[in-house]
């Protein structure tokens, strides 16, 4: 596996610390606040040990890239470490393409686990050693109750639950039936281990928990080795303390499992991190439940798990996100108890806002109409120099071929404009960025259809630059784009994947797929691209002046046929006007 250089990685993320640190206004979240205290107060000889536990049963999404954020950022704030753990206790849903592609975005958002991957499966010896004492101690049975069974004796919040009628089976024999399950001579559902702990406690989680359960499946790494598996609750608080893990920290939905995980640290008398909770990421217009995810995956309404209207981090990552802007995404929103949810628009302003300062500037005709300015000879080209950042010159320029034939956007030609139209008419005169002004004279139109099909122009010499020497206001410039020159693309759009803000919004009984946006993959074909960026690399990003953000597709792209994407817009609005 591609393991990147430590210290490399270290820069980078101190970077993105100081992003927050160097910013008085941010003041300290309610867990950093709590981990201050803990060090302050010399709470587990003052370490800060934390950990990232995904189920290897998806790709990461950006809701994911919060909680890499603040674990690994917290790690890196005081001095501590961060493990990356696989929580791979269910081996129906994981799989090894997910672990690795998980590797690969928490290094690619820039952040490096201190020592090896763990795994939960490499603490199932450790967590059955577990099980068989708290056997041995009679707090856990094996209940031969089914499914449905054990749902009607676990009660409702109203109502306590009813003791299992195995409840009381004598140790021995809880014993050996949990040793013969481990053998494989039960079938999938007739046992399960279950914590002896209270069945009319107020808390759910407490009404005798599954510990265990029969599952003859192959699993990733541990192959046919064992028939039994650890459920998430009995493995997640062990496999952390197993870990060393000082502070562990979770989504809000864990705040009611806390007093079970600490029943069982009780128990077992082992090393009892502290659990914090935190409220998870929703974002409007998309989905991010794994499930979900997979979902549209499965049945082919995206492109795979990189498509770029996925909130996936390898999909942001196609679209043109930087580990900078979802790293600055991450710090902006900051860690809060309640849950919300964040506008769509505040991830996208994080992009402009790091590829404003980053992005080299380009031009770019997506929607092409060509013109003819007559007063050039068919053989003369000029070149224009352009500026690759307008503030920062750092940035330097580029030649850019102006001649005879150019192309502009369509967009930007109005045979009958109102009075506010500052762009080409009839008659009308506009501004060329970095070379000329030019006058339309004639439209040419297909016969057939009608459609507007050549400008024929001519170009004012004395224009040079845009600026006129009679003082005669120009007001509108449009970018453009050599016709002998340009470089074929076809290029995407992207909106937001669905579209309702909420899936709360959606019907009871309604599928919800019924709420993708189908819009939300426009492709234009035959865009005429500044030539400059036929050496366009994966990974690079790009201002196309007046149209966005844009990258190449790191999976589509040919040197024969180019393929960008629109990362972002230049502003919030659909910049449907040009
Ligand atoms: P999902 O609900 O999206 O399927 P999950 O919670 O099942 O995700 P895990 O692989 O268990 O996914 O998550 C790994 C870690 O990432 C967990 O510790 C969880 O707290 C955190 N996490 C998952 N989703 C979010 C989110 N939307 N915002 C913040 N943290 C999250
Ligand atoms: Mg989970």
Same mark, same amino acid.
């Given at each position: ?46 370490? $800060? ?24 950022? #917290? ?11 696989? !929580? ?45 004492? &708290? ?62 702990? !209270? ?6 989680? #407490? *009404? ?9 499946? /192959? ?44 029943? @069982? ?14 409220? *998870? ?17 499965? +049945?082919?309404?995206?492109?795979? =798990? ?45 992009? *402009? /806002?790091? &590829? ?27 070149? *224009? ?16 071929? @102006? ?17 506010? @139209? ?20 004639? $439209? ?35 970018? =453009? ?5 340009? $470089? ?23 599928? =919800? ?28 990003? @790009? +201002? ?18 180019? $393929? ?15």
């Amino acid at each position: 596996m591609r393991q990147p250089h430590r210290s490399k990685m270290a820069d980078t993320h101190s970077n993105s610390t100081n992003d927050s640190s160097e910013n008085p206004a941010i003041s300290l979240d309610f867990i950093r606040q709590r981990v201050t205290d803990d060090v302050a107060a010399g709470k587990h000889g003052a370490r $800060v040990q934390t950990r990232f536990p995904p189920e290897p049963n998806g790709y990461l999404h950006i809701g994911h890239a919060k909680a890499i954020c603040l674990n690994f950022g #917290l790690a890196a704030e005081f001095g501590g470490k961060c493990n990356l753990r696989m !929580d791979d206790t269910n081996p129906l849903a994981e799989d090894t393409e997910y672990v690795e592609s998980i590797k690969a975005d928490v290094q690619w958002l820039g952040f490096q686990w201190d020592g090896p991957v763990y795994y939960a499966s490499d603490y199932f010896p450790a967590l059955y050693e577990m099980a068989e004492k &708290l056997i041995l101690a009679g707090q856990a049975y094996v209940c031969s109750l089914n499914v449905e069974q054990v749902r009607q004796y676990r009660g409702s919040w109203n109502s306590p639950g009813r003791n299992s009628p195995d409840r009381d089976r004598p140790i021995s024999e809880n014993l050996e039936l949990f040793r013969r399950m481990k053998a494989g001579e039960f079938p999938d559902g007739s046992y399960t281990l279950r914590a002896k702990i !209270d069945m009319a406690a107020p808390n759910m989680n #407490l *009404r005798d928990p599954a510990l265990y359960r029969i599952r003859h499946a /192959h699993h990733h790494r541990t192959g046919d080795q064992w028939c039994i598996y650890p459920t998430y609750d009995f493995a997640h608080g062990q496999s952390d303390s197993l870990e060393g893990i000082t502070h562990s920290i979770c989504t809000l939905e864990f705040e009611d499992h806390r007093p079970l995980y600490d029943w @069982f640290l009780e128990q077992l008398g082992i090393h009892r991190p502290q659990q914090i909770e935190f409220a *998870r990421l929703n974002l409007t217009n998309t989905v991010m439940s794994k499930r979900r995810l997979l979902e549209l995956v499965k +049945q082919g309404l995206v492109a795979g =798990w990189s498509d770029p209207r996925m909130p996936t981090i390898c999909g942001l990552r196609r679209r043109g996100y930087t580990p900078q802007a979802l790293r600055q995404f991450c710090a902006a929103i900051g860690v809060t108890k309640f849950n919300s949810t964040t506008p769509m628009a505040r991830l996208e302003e994080a992009l *402009r /806002h790091d &590829l404003n300062e980053t992005a080299g500037r380009v031009m770019a005709v997506l929607e092409p109409l060509k013109v003819v300015i007559e007063n050039i000879p068919a053989d003369q080209v000029e070149l *224009r120099t352009a500026a690759n950042h307008p503030a920062k010159p750092e940035f330097g320029t580029r030649e850019i071929p @102006f001649g005879r034939e150019i192309y502009i956007e369509r967009s930007d030609f109005m045979e009958n404009a109102p009075k506010s @139209f500052f762009r080409l008419q009839p008659g009308g005169e506009v501004r060329l960025r970095f070379a000329y002004v030019i006058k339309c004279h004639e $439209v040419k139109k297909d016969p057939d259809t009608g459609e507007i099909v050549e400008l024929r122009c001519t170009y004012d010499p004395e224009t040079a630059g845009g600026k006129t020497s009679d003082g005669r206001k120009i007001k509108g410039t449009i970018h =453009w784009v050599s016709a002998a020159h340009a $470089v074929d693309a076809e290029v995407r759009l992207y909106e937001n994947l669905l579209l309702v803000e909420s899936l709360a919004e959606v019907e009871d009984g309604e599928d =919800w797929k019924n709420q993708l946006n189908p819009a939300s993959l426009r492709v234009l074909r035959g865009c005429k691209l500044e030539s400059s960026l036929r050496q366009a690399r994966v990974g690079q990003s @790009f +201002q196309f002046e007046r149209n966005g953000y844009f990258c190449l597709d790191s999976e589509d792209s040919t040197a024969q046929a180019l $393929v960008f994407n629109r990362s972002v817009s230049l502003r919030e609005a659909a910049d449907k006007s040009a």
